[in-house]
């Protein structure tokens, strides 16, 4: 809180900065060190492939999860999370479907979000490919694939994104990498 007067006048600014770990494809495998990410966040997102209901129930005793369900996930993550999800962050608009594609070839999902009305984010998964970037044809919108937590398909780098968001700046954009852990 910053707190400064002038004659006769007081004021007092209260600052909330939300802090978020974006993740997807975990493919029911929730990687040990992810938690202390977890832990640290103030609000989880999940781009799908969540693999059962299981994992976003045990991040939500910790944090709120904001999730859609992905190709893989059965009827027990449907019927707790959309394929499309809108939702306001502080001041700042997001979108989320699974099968998003990346800008200039956007998947079905991913235009209908676009042609209702283009989020300030939008976060997709699926291709396990990490990537963020700003799409200037979509009023600079921030594209965001965290590539995939899990350990299951071709990725060498397991991989999360956490980003701070104060109202409607988007900020502290970070990406995290794991050395892809191993079943026992």
């Not at 974006?22 to 999940?46: F, P």
């Not at 594609?101 to 283009?118: C, F, H, S, T, W």
Request: a neutral charge; hydrophobic letters at 40%.
């Amino acid at each position: 809180m910053i707190v400064f007067s002038l004659p006769s006048i007081h004021f007092s600014f209260y600052y909330s900065v939300t802090n978020i770990l974006i993740l997807s494809d975990t493919h029911n495998y929730l990687d040990e060190r992810i938690w202390k990410y977890i832990d640290a966040c103030d609000l989880v997102w999940h781009g799908g492939d969540i693999g059962t209901i299981a994992i976003t129930d045990a991040i939500k005793k910790l944090k709120p999860v904001e999730a859609v369900y992905g190709n893989i996930d059965g009827t027990d993550v449907r019927q707790v999370h959309p394929l499309i999800h809108r939702f306001k962050c502080e001041e700042v608009s997001v979108a989320m479907t699974h099968i998003g594609g990346y800008p200039d070839r956007y998947r079905p999902d991913a235009m209908k979000i676009l042609n209702e009305q283009v989020p300030d984010i939008m976060v997709c998964g699926h291709s396990h490919i990490l990537k963020v970037m700003r799409d200037k044809k979509y009023q600079n919108m921030l594209f965001i694939n965290p590539g995939a937590a899990g350990i299951h398909g071709f990725h060498p780098i397991q991989t999360l994104i956490k980003l701070k968001i104060d109202g409607k700046r988007i900020f502290d954009l970070e990406v995290v990498e794991l050395k892809r852990a191993k079943l026992s």
